[in-house]
């Protein structure tokens, strides 16, 4: 990668980009991304031969194996703006990785259940950061190589999946809609509106990294819990919040080595087709 010392691409004097704190080698190909750092720790947890957590501001970054594959997890705190900043700094370090977002969200659909996961087809970009990069109608979409593996995963582990479209808020309360006092929402219709369409869920990250994913030639896909259910104003107790966190982790991570696989199968083949087998 060029390294940069511009206002447009700021670097420390060590090379570490200037926001995520990480340098030249310390981002493995493939990256979980996640909002809590605690859930970054969790997730760490299941590698070997784990690195010095690098720590700035809100991003945590930690690289090890995960059952011998080269593996980041990066924090990057909540919303569209951390992960743009997130994935430009990574696109500095890392050629066309692989990421994976592992996040909670709000269930849409009268036959979304709080404690289901939803894999992530595409996203509707009711955030403006990626508007910045592309126009209003470009599609954010999830990288079909890394849904079919969270897809494979997920039946594997027996997990209650629903596969469709996520929306993407600039923000958890007016932006989704919610009713609260003080702060009445110009957006009070937008679940009704998004269940017509057959959205399965909101959450905050989703069309931004699918947008800059495609930008950078990365690959990505999305897998969330469903910790609210929204139709019904109902919110996850903590132990099934526990429960869908770990489950939410383990079929990334299984996903993970089911791309590995594919890629081995397709080899020198631009393209992994279920012929190839994984």
């Not at 690098?54 to 705190?77: F, K, Q």
């Not at 919110?235 to 429960?243: F, L």
Request: glycine share 10%; charged share 20%; proline share 5%.
């Amino acid at each position: 990668m060029t390294r940069h010392t511009t206002a447009d691409l700021p670097q420390s004097g060590s090379g570490r980009q200037y926001h995520i704190g990480v340098g030249p080698g310390e981002l493995a190909p493939t990256i979980l991304l996640c909002g809590d750092p605690q859930r970054a720790h969790r997730m760490a947890g299941y590698f070997t031969d784990c690195a010095s957590p690098r720590t700035n501001r809100e991003y945590v970054t930690i690289t090890g194996r995960y059952h011998g594959l080269s593996c980041s997890v990066m924090a990057t705190g909540m919303g569209p703006d951390n992960t743009e900043i997130a994935l430009v700094e990574i696109a500095q370090l890392v050629t066309r990785p692989i990421l994976i977002r592992v996040g909670t969200s709000g269930g849409l659909l009268d036959t979304i259940s709080i404690g289901d996961l939803v894999i992530s087809t595409g996203a509707v970009r009711y955030e403006n950061t990626s508007t910045a990069f592309v126009p209003e109608g470009y599609p954010a979409v999830a990288h079909h190589d890394v849904t079919l593996a969270l897809m494979e995963s997920a039946t594997r582990r027996k997990a209650r999946f629903h596969l469709g479209l996520t929306a993407t808020g600039a923000g958890f309360y007016g932006a989704q809609g919610r009713d609260i006092p003080q702060f009445p929402s110009r957006y009070a219709t937008r679940l009704d509106e998004l269940a017509r369409l057959g959205v399965c869920n909101f959450e905050m990250e989703a069309s931004c990294l699918f947008t800059l994913a495609t930008l950078m030639q990365a690959r990505a896909g999305c897998v969330c819990g469903v910790i609210a259910q929204r139709n019904a104003n109902a919110w996850v107790d903590e132990a099934t919040k526990a429960r869908l966190e770990q489950e939410t982790i383990e079929v990334a991570l299984e996903a993970v080595e089911i791309l590995a696989r594919m890629d081995a199968h397709r080899a020198a083949a631009p393209h992994w087709l279920p012929s190839m087998g994984c």
